[in-house]
């Protein structure tokens, strides 16, 4: 009777630890969710390659000033060192530069697919990364996943291709601007994996400034050889660069990197698919556009998918199994 009243006492905190990871995906979905209108407004006064450069700059400087604030906080706090003296394993560092590589890489491809073939093309097949986010980690990692996972991926990703069917019948056909959206959902997923590997070695500060600085010095290049304009010549400009990076890059994938410490990469990608379905609605919210019954069927397919993911258990880790936190890593949020 004792044990029994034990279990029933414990099962509420751990119902209640449950919450607060998802609430955390929902605002970064919303954050995120903003990004292609933001990015609609800047290329109206900037290119995309431009928007991205001042994106990623920007953001630069807000983690930076976020761990500073955080160290400072700690050093107040606690006479201890934030960062452990020994060095980090050759490895591990390693895997984040590659962090920063494939991030822009995803990002510099996702944008030049855009100038090649159409959107509606270009998000049918960003709508793929899931799948290779999937089995990368089953390759890769040994990652596990159930039937009912499958799938609900599959018919998430259905439904995040419904969601622009009509667009897609609609565009032209362009095998290299598709073929180079393809390639930038490969880097997407394995943007994913390689945090999720990283995730308890490193800070999430300290991935997100990396990633940043190492995507930002990639792009200093990029920037200066194919561009003329390279910052915002206006004070909207302005705002709409430094609302991409405080809303979509800090707010939003800052809470993504938090999340891969609940839920597996795989099912972060799958919870991404509905990010589509946010802008669609904002969309017909903001400017008015139409929601068909393709945007429907795809709401619909998205949500049953993740319902099927949300009912499996090998997609969200178990807590109990990951190591303590550093002092910074517990004042991040």
Same mark, same amino acid.
């Given at each position: 009777?004792?044990?029994?009243?034990?279990?029933?006492?414990?099962?509420?905190?751990?119902?209640?630890?449950?919450?607060?990871?998802?609430?955390?995906?929902?605002?970064?979905?919303?954050?995120?969710?903003?990004?292609?209108?933001?990015?609609?407004?800047?290329?109206?006064?900037?290119?995309?390659?431009?928007?991205?450069?001042?994106?990623?700059?920007? %953001?630069?400087?807000?983690?930076?000033?976020?761990?500073? !604030?955080?160290?400072?906080?700690?050093?107040?706090?606690?006479?201890?060192?934030?960062?452990?003296?020994?060095?980090?394993?050759?490895?591990?560092?390693?895997?984040?530069?590659?962090?920063?590589?494939?991030?822009?890489?995803?990002?510099?491809?996702?944008?030049?697919?855009?100038?090649?073939?159409?959107?509606?093309?270009?998000?049918?097949?960003?709508?793929?990364?899931?799948?290779?986010?999937?089995?990368?980690?089953?390759?890769?990692?040994?990652?596990?996943?159930?039937?009912?996972?499958?799938?609900?991926?599959?018919?998430?990703?259905?439904?995040?291709?419904?969601?622009?069917?009509?667009?897609?019948?609609?565009?032209?056909?362009?095998?290299?601007?598709?073929?180079?959206?393809?390639?930038?959902?490969?880097?997407?997923? %394995?943007?994913?994996?390689?945090?999720?590997?990283?995730?308890?070695?490193?800070?999430?500060?300290?991935?997100?400034?990396?990633?940043?600085?190492?995507?930002?010095?990639?792009?200093?290049?990029?920037?200066?050889?194919?561009?003329?304009?390279?910052?915002?010549?206006?004070?909207?400009?302005?705002?709409?660069?430094? %609302?991409?990076?405080? !809303?979509?890059?800090?707010?939003?994938?800052?809470?993504?990197?938090?999340?891969?410490?609940?839920?597996?990469?795989?099912?972060?990608?799958?919870?991404?698919?509905?990010?589509?379905?946010?802008?669609?609605?904002?969309?017909?919210?903001?400017? %008015?556009?139409?929601?068909?019954?393709?945007?429907?069927?795809?709401?619909?397919?998205?949500?049953?998918?993740?319902?099927?993911?949300? =009912?499996?258990?090998? =997609?969200?880790?178990?807590?109990?199994?990951?190591?303590?936190?550093?002092?910074?890593?517990?004042?991040?949020?």
């Amino acid at each position: 009777m004792v044990e029994n009243q034990l279990n029933l006492t414990d099962e509420k905190p751990q119902k209640t630890s449950n919450i607060l990871p998802i609430i955390i995906v929902i605002i970064a979905l919303l954050a995120l969710s903003t990004t292609a209108i933001f990015i609609k407004i800047a290329v109206n006064e900037m290119s995309a390659i431009t928007t991205l450069f001042n994106r990623l700059w920007i %953001a630069t400087i807000i983690f930076g000033l976020w761990s500073g !604030i955080n160290q400072a906080r700690n050093q107040i706090r606690d006479d201890e060192p934030i960062l452990p003296q020994q060095p980090y394993p050759i490895k591990e560092i390693g895997f984040l530069i590659a962090v920063g590589l494939v991030h822009v890489l995803g990002r510099l491809s996702w944008t030049w697919s855009l100038t090649q073939t159409g959107a509606a093309n270009a998000n049918a097949l960003g709508s793929l990364n899931p799948l290779f986010t999937t089995l990368g980690g089953w390759l890769f990692f040994n990652q596990i996943f159930g039937r009912k996972f499958i799938i609900g991926l599959i018919l998430a990703m259905l439904g995040a291709i419904a969601v622009g069917f009509e667009d897609l019948l609609r565009s032209n056909n362009n095998f290299t601007g598709d073929a180079v959206a393809l390639i930038s959902s490969i880097f997407y997923a %394995a943007n994913f994996l390689l945090i999720e590997q990283i995730r308890n070695k490193f800070s999430i500060i300290t991935i997100l400034v990396w990633r940043c600085v190492i995507a930002t010095s990639l792009m200093i290049p990029v920037v200066l050889i194919f561009e003329k304009q390279v910052f915002p010549v206006s004070l909207s400009g302005w705002l709409v660069v430094f %609302a991409l990076a405080a !809303i979509c890059e800090a707010l939003g994938h800052g809470l993504i990197v938090y999340s891969l410490k609940t839920f597996s990469s795989g099912f972060i990608s799958l919870l991404l698919l509905l990010n589509p379905v946010i802008v669609a609605i904002l969309a017909w919210i903001l400017f %008015a556009e139409k929601l068909s019954i393709f945007n429907l069927l795809g709401l619909v397919l998205i949500l049953g998918g993740i319902y099927l993911g949300i =009912s499996n258990q090998e =997609s969200i880790k178990s807590s109990v199994n990951l190591p303590i936190q550093s002092p910074e890593e517990s004042e991040v949020l």
